[in-house]
């Protein structure tokens, strides 16, 4: 390595080398490309595990590379000329780095699937760097100073170039240009698309009427606008845009989803059908499965899972309605927790405040009294009562007493048409089971839930949800344990929750209970305090029941002749008489003031030993 700062003779033979060693690259880049060109981005193995390393050796190069454009910037003053017989070796540092960064990088990007328009041009940015520092070099080792300047500043600007788009393929396209001066963003975003025209088009046309309207019934909601898109964008278009194109999978439009994965022959979506749509299965197998999607992140919900099956089910158009969807009344509540998920906080407060009322007022007349005519007559069959919680409030009110033994998770489900509309709900003593509780989860307006002496555990409760409005919740005698109070989490008006003759610990709940704003019983609470109690009375009765005892029976055998010679004549007078002075007897209680007498004599006896010491002392 001698060679790099020695003169004429050694400089071209730095520059055959660095000749070869180009050369070599480039053919490690056509190996690659040639033996994963028609590869499945299946992932794992020990390819993968070696391309990962493209972002730790990454960033090798780029402070190198503006290290040596700096040194040859400071060579030109003589104060630092010296630095200019060090820019060769700093150059092939930048050279050999480069090499191994875009060898890694291609490695990673051909077995896992990257593509799209950041992707490729990140790609084609990093190569250029290779190229560039390769250049450098060989003016560099020529002493060609003004082409060893171009090609340094070339290396800095493709080195800038492929990390802005690097960057814009981790991170959302507006990463770099959300807090830039205006008039810098459209050169910020030179190469990356962003569907912003479109966006702004469709937000001047259609959304301004939307806008204008923001009273539209849901019924009439757009399922793809509304629902489908912000599912996409939030859960799935991070790894499948025009920028990012993970598995040949493009997912940002409506066409190119319908198109589904290239050469895969699993079709994404299959309309009409949203069992064999490969969007539908991997989004519900186990989240420990290696296909599960996505891959990180929060999991798709229940309610945004059915959407989008409801929507594939229905033909997976652009122009389909909720109403579209079927006339299952849960499709509405689905719709609004989608709906309220992909709002911003405030907004989501607003939508979850109104969307009890929005469900139930989103429909007819008829359509309300219906459904309320189809409860009476399923509470008239099994006898349970339906009634309003009062005069005032026309909420329902719904108890199970006189058909507990019949009233199980079928009759629940028969609840599901008026779920909104359900404030208190008694099931005690029923037959509800687990399975029963996932339609109580979607009473959103419940505030009172009685589930007494059911079969119901743990993992039920959590199939309850957050029950935004849940104040009372009993649970006595059920099979509930510790892990009720991740359920409990989640309801943030819970405030009493009764637990008595459960599986759960009394400690742990009062615990939990000191931790948050909620009153806790599980029945053992003054069970728990009375024992702090009798400790002390304990010791202090021994010594009461020393005292007590001695007058007691002095009392009783005065008592007892009182009442046995009365029967009898004067005769034995003088008998009473001597009794009395038996009675002096009483002196009895003496003896035991005698015996604390006694106990003092061993505290004297221990009296003179101390002094004793003292002298001692």
Avoid at 82 to 107: E, M, N, Q, R
Avoid at 161 to 166: D, R
Wanted: glycine content about 8%; proline content about 6%; aromatic content about 6%.
């Amino acid at each position: 390595m001698s060679t790099f700062v020695k003169h004429e003779a050694p400089k071209r033979k730095g520059v055959g080398i660095a000749g070869v060693m180009g050369l070599l690259w480039l053919a490690v880049i056509c190996v690659i490309w040639y033996a994963y060109r028609n590869a499945e981005s299946e992932g794992g193995g020990i390819v993968n595990f070696i391309g990962r390393f493209h972002v730790l050796i990454v960033h090798v190069p780029i402070g190198v590379i503006f290290l040596a454009f700096g040194m040859d910037i400071l060579s030109r003053l003589k104060k630092f000329a010296h630095l200019k017989d060090s820019l060769p070796f700093i150059l092939w540092i930048s050279f050999l780095s480069a090499c191994g960064a875009t060898v890694v990088g291609y490695l990673l990007m051909s077995v896992e699937g990257f593509a799209g328009r950041a992707m490729d041009l990140h790609m084609y940015f990093g190569l250029a760097v290779v190229v560039c520092c390769l250049l450098a070099l060989i003016f560099a080792l020529r002493s060609k100073g003004a082409l060893t300047t171009l090609g340094l500043a070339a290396a800095v600007f493709t080195t800038m170039a492929s990390g802005h788009f690097g960057g814009a393929m981790i991170h959302d396209t507006d990463y770099l240009t959300e807090h830039a001066p205006e008039p810098l963003k459209p050169l910020l975003l030179v190469g990356i698309e962003t569907h912003g025209d479109a966006d702004e088009a469709e937000a001047t046309t259609d959304g301004d009427a939307a806008e204008g309207d923001p009273e539209v019934a849901l019924a009439e909601r757009n399922v793809y606008d509304d629902f489908v898109v912000p599912i996409l964008d939030a859960k799935c278009n991070e790894c499948h845009n025009e920028n990012k194109v993970k598995g040949k999978l493009r997912m940002d439009t409506h066409e190119l989803l319908l198109a589904g994965a290239e050469g895969s022959d699993f079709p994404t979506v299959v309309p009409g059908d949203a069992t064999e749509s490969e969007m539908i299965v991997r989004v519900t197998l186990g989240e420990d499965h290696d296909e599960f999607m996505p891959p990180k992140g929060d999991p798709l919900t229940a309610e945004e899972i059915k959407i989008l099956s409801l929507w594939i089910a229905a033909g997976a158009k652009t122009e389909t309605t909720i109403a579209q969807l079927g006339d299952e009344p849960g499709i509405e509540v689905a719709a609004l927790a989608v709906e309220a998920l992909h709002l911003s906080e405030e907004e989501a407060v607003e939508t979850t405040s109104i969307a009890l009322t929005s469900v139930w007022n989103t429909l007819s007349p008829d359509e309300q009294k219906q459904r309320m005519d189809d409860i009476a007559v399923a509470a008239d069959k099994y006898h349970f009562s339906v009634m309003p919680i009062s005069a005032e409030d026309d909420r329902l009110r719904i108890n199970v007493i006189n058909a507990a033994k019949e009233f199980g998770d079928d009759q629940v489900k028969m609840l599901e048409p008026v779920a909104d509309r359900i404030a208190w709900l008694d099931l005690a003593r029923s037959q509800v089971t687990d399975e029963g509780l996932a339609v109580i989860g979607k009473m959103n307006g419940l505030e009172r839930l009685h589930l007494e002496n059911t079969s119901v555990t743990e993992a039920g409760i959590a199939k309850l949800g957050s029950m935004p409005k849940l104040e009372y919740l009993n649970l006595y005698g059920t099979k509930v344990g510790n892990g009720v109070f991740e359920s409990f989490q989640k309801m943030p008006l819970l405030r009493k929750a009764y637990l008595w003759q459960t599986n759960v610990d009394a400690g742990e709940a009062k615990a939990y209970e000191r931790s948050v704003n909620l009153e806790i019983n599980t029945g053992v609470d003054l069970t728990t305090a009375a024992p702090a109690k009798t400790t002390e009375p304990e010791k202090k009765e021994p010594a009461e029941a020393e005292k007590k005892p001695e007058p007691k029976p002095a009392a009783k055998p005065e008592s007892k002749p009182a009442t046995k010679p009365s029967p009898k004549a004067a005769g034995k007078a003088k008998a009473g008489t001597k009794k009395p002075e038996a009675a002096p007897k009483t002196p009895a209680p003496k003896p035991a003031a005698d015996k604390p007498k006694e106990t003092p004599k061993p505290e004297a006896k221990s009296a003179p030993k101390a002094p004793a010491k003292k002298k001692k002392a």
